[in-house]
């Protein structure tokens, strides 16, 4: 079965500075959903991946596919602390895997 | 809102008890999906159903059954419950069958005491 492993698990930044979550799978990544998620909330759709080498952003985050490294990454600019919070890499195909999540506190 | 609809939003209850949650999918949404998610487990996929029929299976305990109605709404039942079925309890939608967008539901919070 399909494994998300993300890294780091936590991660505290000041505010201001650019950071990066990574995700990587066990198998092909056929398409890759990055979720938000403010603890003991539901969850935010961030963006979807589903092309090797596609790149999307939406404000300050962008995230990449690369399909031959079966890794997504997702890059925040300039961090503020609404950007606080659990990030979550899911894989597709059918039902949608979960990496462990990335928590993220940003220090104003 | 989502468009997907969870109730209740909290529950709290005894072990050995059992209880009912609820998910209404997004409109139009044919394919729903349920998800644990514990401090120690993270976000575990439970089940998928797809128009009424059960489409994919994860880390389901015996214990857990679910199902899905004519008019897409799906319940998750939890019976003879520990304490450590205490979770977050996420329903998620989507058009089809094979993802193509998975809307969540703002989960049910379930306390075993």
Redesign the interface.
């Known amino acids: 079965s399909q494994e998300l492993e993300q890294s780091p698990q936590s991660l505290i930044v000041q505010e201001g500075k650019n950071l990066t979550i990574n995700c990587t799978s066990s198998k092909t990544l056929y ?1 890759l ?1 990055w ?1 938000k998620q403010k603890y ?4 935010i ?1 961030l963006m ?1 991946l589903q092309k090797g080498g596609e790149e999307k952003s939406h404000e300050k985050i962008t995230a990449k596919l690369d399909e031959k490294k079966q890794q997504s990454s997702l890059h925040i600019t300039a961090s503020q602390p609404s950007h606080a919070g659990i990030y ?1 890499c ?1 894989a ?10 990335t928590t993220l506190q940003v220090k104003p | 809102d989502s468009g997907v609809t969870q109730t209740p939003k909290h529950l709290i209850t005894a072990t050995g008890q059992r209880v009912t949650l609820r998910c209404s999918p997004r409109s139009g949404d044919l394919s729903v999906y349920w998800y644990q998610q514990s401090l120690d487990q993270g976000l575990q996929f439970l089940i998928q159903y797809y128009n009424g029929e059960e489409r994919a299976k994860g880390n389901i305990l015996e214990r857990f059954s679910a199902q899905q109605f004519p008019d897409l709404h799906s319940e998750l039942n939890l019976s003879s419950l520990e304490l450590g079925d205490s979770a977050l309890y996420f329903c998620a939608s989507s058009a089809s069958g094979k993802g193509g967008g998975y809307t969540f539901g703002s989960g049910t919070r379930l306390t075993v005491v």
């Open positions: 398409g959903y979720y003991g909330e539901g969850l759709f979807m979550l899911g597709a195909g059918g039902k949608l895997i979960f990496g462990q999540g």
